[in-house]
Nanobody
Framework: VQLVESGGGLVQPGGSLRLSCTASGFSNSYYTIAWFRQAPGKEREGIACIDVSDSNTEYADSENGRVIIANDNARNTVYLEMNDLEPEDTGLYYC?????????????????WGRGTKITVSS
């Protein structure tokens, strides 16, 4: 199983970014991909997840509608669009896959992880 994140970078406060997570190495039709953020000195926290079999989603309440998660099954890719970024959003962003059906933002339920992509929000 391999997950590769991309799309991070430097963005000004109030800006937007779209992250991509491309999955490979498995053939399950039912799986969930989640995005997590790890800010410097803080624990990893869930942002959003999507069940690719039916595109059902779950978002962390703390995101206040700033993010959108979507899947493109033809490309085995899940996207995370992030808007109104703030300096507090700075950190490493990881995607992870749960090879079973069901939504969860609990990092302990995910076994396979990407290496992360870094977002820095700064003026």
């Amino acid at each position: 199983v391999q997950l590769v994140e991309s799309g991070g970078g430097l963005v000004q406060p109030g800006g937007s970014l779209r992250l991509s997570c491309t999955a490979s190495g498995f053939s399950n039709s039912y799986y969930t991909i989640a995005w997590f953020r790890q800010a410097p000195g803080k624990e990893r926290e869930g942002i959003a997840c999507i069940d690719v079999s039916d595109s059902n989603t779950e978002y962390a309440d703390s995101e206040n509608g700033r993010v959108i998660i979507a899947n493109d099954n033809a490309r085995n890719t899940v996207y995370l669009e992030m808007n109104d970024l703030e300096p507090e959003d700075t950190g490493l962003y990881y995607c992870a896959v749960n090879l079973h059906q069901g939504l969860s933002l609990n990092a302990k339920e995910y076994i396979y992880w990407g290496r992360g992509t870094k977002i820095t929000v700064s003026s």
